[in-house]
């Protein structure tokens, strides 16, 4: 009687063992999607700001801007 009931305790610990090990998965699985749709969604807005940030520089680079007038601009990108 007392290995049977031995079996039965060291099967309920594999048991919530397991379901801590699937709970810890489920909760990766979730946060990976997450971080997916994040980045899939900031990385096509992100390049269209990053080329127009880079002709902001260019025109400042090249002299046709101020400083005040290329911060301003920037700020403005960034901040849409």
Request: charged share 30%.
């Amino acid at each position: 009687m007392v290995d049977m009931m031995d079996g039965m305790m060291g099967m309920g610990w594999w048991m919530a063992l397991w379901g801590v090990v699937g709970l810890a998965v489920l909760v990766l699985v979730v946060l990976g999607a997450v971080w997916l749709a994040r980045n899939l969604g900031d990385g096509r807005d992100r390049s269209r700001v990053d080329g127009a940030e880079q002709e902001v520089r260019q025109l400042y680079a090249a002299g046709q801007i101020d400083r005040d007038e290329y911060l301003r601009r920037l700020d403005d990108l960034r901040n849409r």
